[in-house]
């Protein structure tokens, strides 16, 4: 957690008010912790970040090389604990950045029980839980997936509509399962956003997933941009959430 010392005073935070409220959150890694500087009258880098790592560096790291990774947790959560030991086990030399969302309402709203979560180089890598190999391994290529839950083992089942959509504590059970980065958006669908080096890449996946979404007879929104394809999920029979949509969710995890 972010030492205590730098947080600023009530009289200072009236001060800041301004600059604080430019900086609305977009959703953007950058400007979020911009936020929490300005809040807290952020002391110079070095000592707000902690470098992780040791000697024994597996294949592909470098000893010059570092990882900007940054934890967004809470405190008094064994699952952000387990996931702060992950990375510093995992032999990968980062700069670790640990915010607390709890001081600051708009990461709070935004993240609520899915702490932690973890970006790497500024994009979004993990939710919930890591391992050391997990993360090494992401580290090497940001596009290796992840073990597949065991949704993926599932087939999609079509909807004939006249069932309510899921809400609630059954919904929040299966957006942990799955894990692997994907955000349910107000509770109506499921959206995640894969990166690639270039256009032919994002293209080759966005084909691949087409062929899944064929074979399970569910089929996702898919955009593709240079460097990045944004798939969104949800049946539409009933315009909200059904456990197919996490289905075919795990299974396009597992597409590369």
Same mark, same amino acid.
């Given at each position: 957690m972010l030492n205590s010392k730098w947080r600023a005073d009530r009289r200072s935070r009236s001060a800041l008010a301004g600059a604080v409220g430019a900086l609305a959150d977009t959703g953007d890694e950058r400007a979020n912790i911009e936020r929490l500087r300005l809040l807290r009258h952020s002391p110079p880098k070095s000592k707000a970040t902690a470098n992780c790592g040791n000697s024994r560096l597996g294949a592909g790291y470098r000893s010059d090389e570092m990882t900007r990774v940054t934890l967004y947790m809470r405190s008094d959560c064994s699952l952000c604990e387990t996931a702060r030991e992950a990375i @510093? !086990? &995992?032999?990968?030399?980062?700069? $670790? &950045?640990? =915010?607390?969302?709890?001081?600051? !309402? !708009? $990461? *709070?709203? *935004?993240?609520?029980?899915?702490?932690? =979560?973890?970006?790497?180089?500024? @994009?979004? !890598?993990? *939710?919930? @839980?890591?391992?050391?190999?997990?993360?090494?391994?992401?580290? @090497?290529d940001p596009r290796a997936p992840e073990p597949p839950p065991e949704l993926a083992t599932e087939k999609c089942v079509p909807c004939r509509g006249g069932v309510p959509p899921l809400h609630g504590e059954e919904l929040q059970t299966l957006a942990k399962e799955l894990g692997g980065g994907w955000t349910v958006v107000r509770e109506h669908h499921l959206e995640k956003s894969f990166p690639f080096p270039d256009f032919a890449s994002g293209l080759a996946f966005t084909n691949a997933v087409g062929a899944v979404a064929e074979a399970e007879g569910h089929h996702p929104d898919i955009h593709l941009a240079w460097g990045s394809v944004r798939i969104t999920i949800w049946t539409h029979k009933i315009d909200g959430l059904t456990r197919s949509d996490f289905v075919l969710a795990a299974k396009i995890g597992r597409v590369r």
């Open positions: @510093r !086990a &995992s032999g990968v030399p980062v700069e $670790l &950045s640990e =915010v607390d969302i709890d001081e600051d !309402a !708009a $990461l *709070r709203a *935004r993240y609520t029980d899915d702490v932690p =979560v973890i970006f790497v180089d500024g @994009r979004e !890598a993990f *939710r919930h @839980r890591v391992t050391p190999q997990q993360f090494a391994e992401y580290v @090497r």
